[in-house]
């Protein structure tokens, strides 16, 4: 599966703009669908996780209450609804796929990766 996020750019504190992650192939449902972000200097983080139905969803302690993932399967999308934005947000955000069914928050588990969008939040 290949993936392709948009949606990042230049957002002041307290916006709530919201990511794209486009997948490409007929299996996407096959997919726990993950979001990550990597900030200059730290390594890659986990956000949020859904599982291939999207029925649960998982969240970091950093941003549970202010994101919400969410998946459309039949148009082959996963969102990242980011709201309440903080300068500590900053990041290069990551959709991932993983094949199987346990959701998880390590980065080594998931194996395939879009190219990242930038989210900068201004205060």
């Known amino acids: 599966v290949q993936l392709q996020a948009s949606g990042g750019g230049l957002v002041q504190a307290g916006g709530s703009p919201r990511l794209s992650c486009a997948a490409s192939?007929?299996?996407?449902?096959?997919?726990?669908m993950g979001w990550f972000r990597q900030a200059p200097g730290q390594e890659r983080e986990f956000v949020a996780t859904?599982?291939?139905?999207?029925?649960?969803?998982y969240y970091a302690d950093s941003v549970k209450g202010r994101f919400t993932i969410s998946r459309d399967n039949a148009k082959n999308m996963v969102y990242l609804r980011m709201n309440s934005l903080k300068p500590e947000d900053t990041a290069v955000y990551y959709c991932?796929?993983?094949?199987?069914?346990?959701?998880?928050?390590?980065?080594?588990?998931?194996?395939?990766w879009g190219q990242g969008t930038q989210v900068t939040v201004s205060s």
């Open positions: 991932a796929a993983r094949t199987g069914t346990v959701v998880g928050e390590l980065a080594s588990a998931y194996n395939y």
């Open positions: 859904t599982t291939r139905s999207g029925g649960s969803t």
């Open positions: 192939g007929r299996t996407f449902s096959s997919y726990v």
